[in-house]
Nanobody
């Protein structure tokens, strides 16, 4: 299984961060599979943001739930993270992840004004 993140590396405060993960080697609609977004920063360490299941159901960390949306495009085998109203505290390396064993390479997102 391979995962690849894509999206802008720079976002301005109050805007929406949008990252897409393209999956190969597995179908995101396979029963029982969950596809996650995780971020890492020096200040907060590793932080689970949320995931989307094979049925399209989603779960989010309470800390970010009000600003987070994860959705998918099954025709492209992709899932997308949107994080709204970003602040500099959202600056981090963002990873897409499968079963905590498979990681994308990570993409640095910096929130700056």
């Amino acid at each position: 299984v391979q995962l690849q993140e894509s999206g802008p590396g720079l976002v301005k405060p109050s805007q929406t961060l949008s990252l897409t993960c393209t999956v190969s080697g597995a179908s995101i609609t396979t029963d029982g599979y969950y596809w996650a977004w995780i971020r890492q920063s020096p200040a907060k360490g590793l932080e689970w943001i949320g995931d989307i299941g094979s049925s399209g159901s989603t779960s989010y960390t309470p800390l970010l739930k009000s600003r987070t949306s994860i959705y998918r495009d099954t025709s492209k085998n992709q899932f997308t993270l949107e994080l709204s109203s970003v602040t500099p505290e959202d600056t981090a390396v963002y990873y897409c992840n499968f079963r905590f064993n498979y990681w994308g390479q990570g993409t640095q997102v910096t929130v700056y004004s």
